[in-house]
């Protein structure tokens, strides 16, 4: 296929078509409210600033664990800190998502009027990349989704265009966004080579080296591990598990609106890879072939990684973009291709509007928007009861499941993540079942009797832990959805729990955070303003 001329009109119409697809991209995300967990984009701030120096060298620091799945994104939220000194981090995070997904949104309308010289094709696919299902989701976490995409959509570009030096340089950053980016990097990188000849396997272990090596070394010479401490701590130690629970969460995104619009979008490059082949391209694939090689990983790289433990398509975002991208490249008429993509893009556009990813969907979202993202006024009144539990703990542990933040307001708190994020030693804990958002230590800080514990995946609630009945707040489902959501402790564990720890409940606007607090501890939390149950049982 042969690239378009840039002529005026039709530079002019890709500008226009990049910013219309720019601006609603934004328009999906700037003005709502924050959907997903922003917790998790603590993690990486945290590490950005530590990485800058920027806390107080007497402050306690945890040993260096690789909790962030993304070393390029680390690099740009220093930077972004570094630019926006004394500003809300949570804020400008949310608008360097906003600039990631907007430069996606403006290469892949520059790409595509590279291939495609009739302009409804290049419409079409144009927004159904900015639709394709996991996009917008993934940029509302404020991690390094919409980077991927854009790093991912170049890499597989360079494949269809056939330029092995294209692909691998593109596939070899992939790998420093993601871990599974040295896969699909590498793919990408080798099937760019078309059809064999003279030095193919110096090709191979060029990419196989560019796509591996570097971000690996880095990983071992600065943490001592190949691979993100979060890898280990989100897997079960069953392999045949983590393949159940990936099935399990494809099976439900191939149901979904956007799932059928993968489908569609896959059957049609199936037909144009059958075409290519009869056609006597059995020696050197065609783009539909090479868009459905690398879907198909992407597809078998998420069943392989136990899904996603959140409800959406946020790991589903690097199948989408090789069937778009396959369509516009085929040989196939432009007519059929031009249906094809009308109904996929229909039926992403039905996924987009009624996924909420757990929450609202987007409609409910735009109706509530207060104008650009969201910033740490979310979690200002948790903050103030962070603070004060950081006064009472002193130099003793707070353990926490879904506390993320706490590492950014209180650095001086000593921490011990349950769920093994940024904990190497509770990652590397037994997990023969089934895991969903980490390891789930709780028993182990028992054993250490850690000066607090957090449990609840939610910062404040409307009713107080403290005057609760402990055991059954924390095992019966019922009662403990309000209190210390799933996973819900064994009542033998929870009646262990109770002989050590007290419920404490901080007042703040809109409810309450609540503590389990060991028991000497309990005046010192009173001094701080906790209120503070009273004991249930003597202590044993």
């Known amino acids: ?26 328009y999906l995300l700037a003005l709502a409210p924050p959907a997903g967990s922003l917790d998790d984009v603590f993690v990486v701030l945290t590490e950005a600033r530590s ?39 949570l804020r400008a995070a949310g608008w360097l998502a906003l600039l990631e997904l907007a430069a996606f949104a403006g290469a892949s309308v520059w790409l595509l009027s590279t291939w495609v010289p009739d302009f409804r094709l290049r419409a079409l696919c144009a927004v159904g990349l900015v639709g ?53 990097g590498l793919a990408a990188s080798w099937s760019a080579l078309g059809s ?12 196989a080296a560019l796509a591996i090596l570097p971000v690996s070394g880095y990983r071992w010479l600065r943490f001592g591990d190949w691979l993100p401490n979060t890898y280990r701590a989100k897997r079960s130690d069953s392999v045949v598990q983590e393949w159940m629970d990936g099935s399990a969460y494809a099976v439900d995104l191939l149901l979904s609106p956007g799932g059928a619009a993968l489908v569609l979008l896959a059957g049609m490059l199936a037909l144009g890879a059958r075409t290519e082949r009869a056609n006597g391209s059995r020696d050197r694939s065609g783009p539909c072939s090479i868009a459905l090689g690398l879907a198909g990983l992407a597809l078998a790289a998420l069943v392989a990684s136990g899904g996603d433990s959140y409800s959406g398509a ?66 200002q009144p948790e903050q103030r009861a962070l603070e004060a539990a950081a006064r009472a703990l002193g130099v003793e542990v707070l353990a926490h499941r879904h506390l993320q933040r706490v590492r950014w307001f209180c650095p001086e708190v000593r921490i011990m993540d349950l ?26 800080a ?8 957090h449990l609840d995946p939610v910062g404040v609630r409307p009713a107080a832990l403290a005057g609760a009945p402990l055991v059954p707040a924390l095992s019966e489902p019922r009662l403990a959805a309000g209190f210390a959501g799933p996973p819900f402790l064994s009542r033998q ?12 409940s901080y007042p703040v606007p809109g409810g309450h955070v609540n503590l389990l607090i060991r028991r000497d501890l309990a005046p010192r939390f009173e001094a701080a303003g906790f209120v503070v149950s009273a004991p249930s049982a003597a202590p044993r």
């Open 493 to 504: 564990l929870a009646e262990a729990i109770d002989s050590e720890y007290l419920g404490g």
């Open 196 to 207: 064999p000849r003279q030095g193919r396997s110096r090709w191979h272990i060029m990419g």
């Open 51 to 89: 990485s800058l120096g920027a806390v107080d060298s007497t402050a306690w620091r945890p040993p260096a664990v690789d909790s962030c799945t993304s070393p390029a994104d680390v690099l740009l939220k220093m930077a972004l800190l570094t630019a926006s000194d004394g500003h809300d981090p």
């Open 1 to 26: 296929m042969e690239r378009s001329s840039h002529r005026p009109g039709g530079v002019l119409a890709a500008v226009a078509l990049a910013l219309g697809v720019a601006l609603a991209a934004i």
């Open 132 to 184: 394709v299902p996991g996009l917008v989701e993934s940029a509302s976490y404020r991690l390094e989704g919409p980077l991927f995409a854009l790093v991912w959509m170049q890499a597989v570009a360079g494949a269809l265009d056939r330029s092995p030096r294209r692909a691998m340089a593109w596939g070899a950053l992939l790998a420093w966004v993601r871990p599974e980016g040295m896969l699909l």
């Open 446 to 453: 028992l054993e250490r009797r850690v000066g607090a514990m």
């Open 419 to 444: 769920t093994g994020l940024t904990d190497r030693e509770v990652a590397g804990t037994p997990a023969p079942g089934q895991v969903k958002f980490g390891r789930d230590a709780v028993s182990l």
């Open 314 to 379: 946020r790991l589903a975002l690097p199948i989408g973009i090789p069937l778009w991208l396959g369509l516009a490249r085929a040989e196939a008429a432009v007519g059929r291709r031009v249906a094809v993509g009308l109904a996929a893009v229909v039926l992403q556009s039905v996924f987009l509007i009624g996924s909420g990813q757990g929450g609202p969907s987007v409609l409910e979202r735009l109706q509530g928007a207060t104008g650009g993202p969201a910033g740490l006024e979310v979690f």
